[in-house]
Nanobody, 121 residues
Framework: QVQLVESGGGLVQPGGSLRLSCAAS????????MGWYRQAPGKERELVAR???????NYAGSVKGRFTISRDNAKNTVYLQMNSLKPEDTAVYYC???????????????WGKGTLVTVSS
């Protein structure tokens, strides 16, 4: 079993900052990539940022320059530093990992349960 547990969400004023964390645990052989997605009310889930095992990152255009994704491979943990937050960043943020549970399995995608980020004055 694999679990992804997010933390760090909450209420913040526009212009403020938050840091999300997501720790992967369980039967993990290797992790190819970890990332963050978000889903605002009435909208589809969208990619926010992703980082692969080599450290290559990619970001949604709407968060470039404001959000930074990083990863601690030893701890199987991914972080999302969110600065200059805007009301339109309000959403449930989901952690995502693409990983293998053994040497003979294929990559599979796992999701956390999500953490709510609300940007409001």
């Amino acid at each position: 079993q694999v679990q992804l547990v997010e933390s760090g969400g909450g209420l913040v004023q526009p212009g403020g900052s938050l840091r999300l964390s997501c720790a992967a645990s369980g039967s993990i052989f290797s992790i190819s990539a970890m990332g963050w997605y978000r889903q605002a009310p009435g909208k589809e889930r969208e990619l926010v940022a992703r980082i692969n095992s080599g450290g290559t990152t990619n970001y949604a255009g709407s968060v470039k320059g404001r959000f930074t994704i990083s990863r601690d491979n030893a701890k199987n943990t991914v972080y999302l530093q969110m600065n200059s937050l805007k009301p339109e960043d309000t959403a449930v943020y989901y952690c995502n990992a693409i990983l293998r549970t053994s040497a003979i399995t294929y990559d599979m995608t796992y999701w956390g349960k999500g953490t709510l980020v609300t940007v409001s004055s």
